[in-house]
């Protein structure tokens, strides 16, 4: 994007490569300041973390009950991880708990006598604005909030007139519509690349239903934790009489799940865990904090104190040498694939030594590609590759995370999940070396053309390419992207 492309990948055509349209911006706003992009992600993420934990301590009012949360956080691989991955989820994870705050914030006062009027219709402003934010980080996540967003809608829709409703809503909603007409106008498609990618698969869906269990699998095989405590939130939830108003929440953590299973979970061990156990978490010890079996509280604290010591994949147990390339069902331990070239101590180990850094395989062959004379690959290690290969190459992803054409076509032969890979069409790479359109199959070909006026086009506002771009996202050339 400071390359003056705008935010793309590819240089000769428009497309969202990146999933989460807020935490893009939070880092593009970083890039201003410094240009070393992965301490900015680690600095981000660190800042986002810390200033989490006061919002924690105030949902729990106890030093304890907070120190048990810190403690549970820990124990959860799938959950830690990413606090410092460069991923999204730290940005979730400060969201959800925004918004956890004044969802319990405005029904434990109910339960324990009145709340002023003006203190509930803050809560609901602040949930509903926290609500907002959260589906801009990832669009998915809207499921696990909507159970108890429509909860407080509920309980509280006499609080604000018709016209009050309606005005939050629309200020509630606009940041994700304006986003997503942004989207829609420049890109063509209000959703991320990656999306296509991943749910335009063509594949089976009994097939993905398996693959999401054996994400379940793995992640109980290598980070028993997360699930545990899931599932354990869930029960007590559920069949507590008491509290009624973390049901919801429980609810939220259910169609989170189901919707993990159904899209066949991911290769990345735990990472869309990690939003429903931070949930599971929060209202886990809401509902035992004001037990008063401190025996049982003590037998609790101590479990939780010997599992981060004794089990072998916590972030405790995890030496700076960590090195963990196992899985199974295709999910990865990717912190463990990772670790030894990416960490933050291989980083300062690297600049003091004056090494690149990273110096994998993957770094190493960016910058080959870069200083090549060759305009045009093939590989589907886009990540660190991509960036050190610079902003003038051309990448054909096979797994078409940046392919806005390999998106919409069927996968062919074997994949892994997260992994959906295409088979490059015949006259594809000469069609983008030359400019032209010259794939073999004329109905591919053709939807190449009507895809080239929307994603290529130099003059975003022609009636030519907005009409393309209604047709598009009606399915009207749904019949030509198989090539049959």
Known sequence: MFEGHGPIWNPHER????????????????????????????????????????ILKKIFENDTVLLTSILLFLASSGFFDYTSSGLENVLAYFLISVYILHYTKLFSFDESGSLKETLKKQ?????????????????????LILPPTIYVAWKNSKIFSIRQWYALGVIVMSPFILYSLFSLFFYGFPFP??????????????????????YFIASFKY??????????????????????????LSCGVLLNLSYICYAGGDFMQGRFLSYAYMVSVI?????FKNIQLHKVKSLGFTAIVFYLILYPHTPLTSS???????GYGGVADERGCYFNALSLSRYFISNKRGEPFPNNIHAKNGREFKESTDKIIINDMIGVFGYYSGTEKIIIDPLSLSDPLLARI??????????????????YIESIANGNEAIVNPKLNEFYKKLKIVTQNEKLLTCERLKTIFLFNIGAYNHLRFGI
Not at 25 to 46: C, E, G
Not at 232 to 246: D, E, R, T, V, W
Not at 415 to 425: A, E, L, T
């Open 320 to 326: 700076l040498k960590y090195i963990n390339c196992g």
């Open 15 to 54: 497309v969202q490569a990146f999933t989460s349209p807020l935490w893009f911006y939070i880092l593009a706003l970083a890039r201003i300041f410094s240009h070393d992009v992965y301490l900015n992600a680690i600095v981000i993420s660190l800042i986002l973390w810390i200033v989490t934990l006061p």
């Open 193 to 214: 690349n990656t999306a296509y990618a991943k749910l335009n698969t063509g594949i089976n869906q009994i097939g993905l239903f398996k693959q999401g269990m054996k």
């Open 223 to 248: 980070d028993i934790a997360t699930l545990l405590i899931i599932t354990g939130s869930l029960a007590i939830n559920f069949f507590s009489p008491s509290k009624k108003y973390l049901k919801p």
């Open 123 to 143: 809560h609901v402003r602040l949930i509903f604005l926290a609500f907002g934010l959260i589906i801009c980080v990832r669009h998915d996540l809207l499921l």
């Open 410 to 427: 069927p996968v062919s032969g074997t994949w892994r999940i997260g992994h959906f890979r295409r088979k490059i069409p015949d006259g």
């Open 283 to 287: 209202s886990l010890l809401l509902g």
